[in-house]
């Protein structure tokens, strides 16, 4: 079983950058796929970006080309670097981790952090 601690939300300007971190416990971290997904106030819960066991990596049509998603399996930590934010990406961002490696099933799911944009 995993634990994800997501850190690194906040308030930042529009067009301004925030690196999200999710550290996550257990011996198995490099096996599995991880994955962010956020959540606006009244909204559905949606997918982010996510990068497999292997080091391929999907994104949102929304997100592509600002976000970057990329993993240290060395700290057992999974990173979301953002670029350009605009106030639609306001939402708490929600670690999530998939045991079979391949980004189709998140079993394993952090607390979030907020993140804010103002414009």
């Known amino acids: 079983q995993v634990q994800l601690v997501e850190s690194g939300g906040g308030l930042v300007q529009a067009g301004g950058s925030l690196r999200l971190s999710c550290a996550a416990s257990?011996?198995?971290?490099?096996?599995?796929?991880m994955g962010w997904f956020r959540q606006a106030p009244g909204k559905e819960r949606e997918f982010v970006a996510a990068?497999?066991?292997?080091?391929?990596?999907y994104y949102t049509d929304s997100v592509k080309d600002r976000f970057t998603i990329s993993r240290d399996n060395a700290k057992n930590t999974l990173y979301l670097q953002m670029n350009s934010l605009k106030p639609e990406d306001t939402a708490v961002y929600i670690c999530?981790?998939?045991?079979?490696?391949?980004?189709?099933?998140?079993?394993?799911w952090g607390q979030g952090t907020q993140v804010t944009v103002s414009s």
């Open positions: 999530a981790g998939d045991p079979t490696g391949w980004a189709r099933s998140f079993d394993y």
């Open positions: 257990g011996r198995t971290f490099s096996s599995y796929a």
């Open positions: 990068i497999s066991w292997s080091d391929s990596t």
